[in-house]
């Protein structure tokens, strides 16, 4: 594959990338109580008010690294954006935890900041982290960094330590669990913390980033052959179709977190780990062959899983997948990875773009066409869109910068 091809590749994702910025923030601000809608429908127009803390979080972090590292994103408007969002959620997103002195954040909050809802899980929080941080990079706000540590040693308290302060309570016949979820997104806030730090913030995360590692390689099964979603605490395969469910996006976005670690650690296994079992696997396991496109969720032995969107295509594991093939490329210049990441970015960019409203669809049926048009919703925001887009721009300027070595 040639270098035109891969300056087509960047000039589609760049075009793109501006797209998507413009259309959140033409429609997704909230001039009155500050903050962000995220049910946007197909034009944009708001179709429902309830904001979640998930996407506000994500949308201040997006804002913040645009405006951070890219020259054409460094503009007041996507600055004054992002601190007007992270005001909103130092302002209500808190409310007080199960334990005592801790605090929650909420999962939903009505427009003017009223908590809705609260999820036992701690993905509120971790993206209340990457907020705050990354905020704090933009303003030189200390107490916003000090509010991203704090929260990041609670979390580490309910993962390892004591999870009362979640608030769930544990059930007799409720086996505990190691989801893959939860190592991922703290060693993506051990990322995001040490980033730029010195030696002794580095150090302070060290044995946690191992930690996280380990329990994602745990989720490595059937004698290499399959990542799966859940396993035991141990590192055994669970029963039932909880047991054998497959998740192809998530294993693509955690090989693309361990091909970073293994990148700052020079470790030549954990690269060949990451991209053999956690980016091969998904993709051989997860592709339609019939469609084309990733399939949302899989069962290890052929089962229909049980959740009934099980088949359907959606925005963010593709997403997953290009920054995961490209990244790998760029790493080992093997031409194979180019090749999945053309495929995986053909049909992504024929099926998911809105040509003529802007931004991507995010749901559609197996077969490649629209389920649901509406541009954001509860789960949907700006992020994995604009975060893809964004990283592989990087990656492709970066190859293109060195062009003797792109191939």
Known sequence: MSAVKLEEFRERIRKELDTTVDFWLQHSHDPL???????????????????????????VWMYCRLYRTMDRFHRPEILEAAKAGGAFLRKF?????????????????????????????????CFYILAMDELSRVTGDKDMQLEAEQMMEQLISWVRGDPAGLGRPQLPGDVPTNSMAVPMMLLCLVQQLTEGGGAEVVQKYTELASWCVQQILQHIQRGG?????????????LPGCQ????????????????????????D???????????????????????????????DVDGHCPTQLEWNMKLWWPHCEALIAFLMAY???????????FSEVFEYTFKNFPDAQKGEWFGYLTQEGKVALDFKGGPFKGFFHVPRCLYMCERILDDMLANKDRAF
């Not at 780990?273 to 019939?290: S, V």
Request: net charge neutral; proline share 3%; hydrophobic share 35%.
């Open 330 to 340: 760029s790493h080992t210049r093997e031409p194979a990875l180019l090749h999945r």
């Open 93 to 125: 997103t808190r409310v007080p935890g199960a334990g005592s002195g801790q605090w929650k954040c909420a999962f939903s909050l009505t427009r003017d900041g009223k908590a809705v809802k609260i999820q036992r899980t701690i993905f509120s929080e």
């Open 243 to 266: 047991g054998r469910l497959q998740n192809p996006g998530h294993a693509l976005e955690a090989g693309w977190f361990l091909l970073q670690v293994s990148a700052q650690q020079k």
């Open 33 to 59: 109580h500050g903050g962000f809608f995220t049910c946007l429908g197909r034009d944009g127009e708001v179709y429902d008010e309830l904001k979640y803390v998930w996407l506000q979080g994500r949308q």
């Open 268 to 298: 030549e296994a954990l690269q060949r780990t990451a991209i053999d079992k956690f980016m091969e696997l998904p993709y051989q396991n997860g592709w339609d062959k019939e469609h084309g496109g990733l399939f949302y969720f899989l």
């Open 225 to 237: 052959t399959a990542i799966l979603e859940n396993v035991s605490v141990d590192g055994a395969e």
